[in-house]
T-cell receptor
Framework: KQEVTQIPAALSVPEGENLVLNCSFT??????LQWFRQDPGKGLTSLLL?????REQTSGRLNASLDKSSGRSTLYIAASQPGDSATYLC???????????FGSGTQLTVLP | GAGVSQSPRYKVAKRGQDVALRCDPI?????LFWYQQALGQGPEFLTY????????KSGLPSDRFFAERPEGSVSTLKIQRTQQEDSAVYLC?????????????FGPGTRLLVL
């Protein structure tokens, strides 16, 4: 059974700092990996999707990398802003199961 | 609207009551997913539809949970004889293709509280 772990569970940084969120998964037979953002009381917003054949994806200040063989992904946020404060969730799509398996998330607070 | 919508946004039920949660996916999206999210946790898969066919219901926690998508668009998640452990946020997501591996677009969720 696929398991996804995110470290750290919570992170607080001053505005402007670059930061890295970590995600690991136990079964490397994945189709893709997605990073989501969740604001309190809201649904999930997809940030980046990395196909299993890709190594990284970039969108603005966000860069996500994937090392499928080692079961790891990182989300890099450059020049953090208070508006980046949210919970960031990592999820892997395992085609055999046709479902996303999520980690528990990293709660990020960017202090002004 | 262009996004996934869910109703009601909040539902308070007495233990033993039946509830029905609705999901309107993005128009034209073939795949539809239901997830359950407990407080402080990531969402957990409940069930998956490809058009009107329910292809995977392995995540439904008990036979009190039932989902349908009769015309391949709107879906309803029904919980019978609700229990306190059913309290959670229920999220619906849809994706364009029939395999579900594309980006999933999530609705705002229905927050269910069972007293």
């Amino acid at each position: 059974k696929q398991e996804v772990t995110q470290i750290p569970a919570a992170l607080s940084v001053p505005e402007g700092e670059n930061l890295v969120l970590n995600c690991s998964f136990t079964d490397s037979a994945i189709y893709n990996l997605q990073w989501f953002r969740q604001d309190p009381g809201k649904g999930l917003t997809s940030l980046l999707l990395i196909q299993s054949s890709q190594r990284e994806q970039t969108s603005g200040r966000l860069n996500a990398s994937l090392d499928k063989s080692s079961g790891r992904s990182t989300l890099y946020i450059a020049a953090s802003q208070p508006g980046d404060s949210a919970t960031y969730l990592c999820a892997v799509y395992s085609g055999s199961a046709r479902q996303l398996t999520f980690g528990s998330g990293t709660q990020l607070t960017v202090l002004p | 609207g262009a996004g996934v919508s869910q109703s009601p946004r909040y539902k308070v039920a007495k233990r033993g009551q039946d509830v029905a949660l609705r999901c309107d996916p993005i128009s034209g999206h073939v795949s539809l997913f239901w997830y359950q999210q407990a407080l402080g946790q990531g969402p957990e898969f409940l069930t998956y539809f490809q058009n009107e066919a329910q292809l995977d219901k392995s995540g439904l926690p008990s036979d009190r949970f039932f989902a349908e998508r009769p015309e391949g668009s709107v879906s309803t998640l029904k919980i019978q004889r609700t229990q306190q452990e059913d309290s959670a946020v229920y999220l619906c997501a849809s994706s364009l293709g029939g395999q579900g591996e594309e980006t999933q677009y999530f609705g705002p969720g229905t927050r269910l509280l069972v007293l």
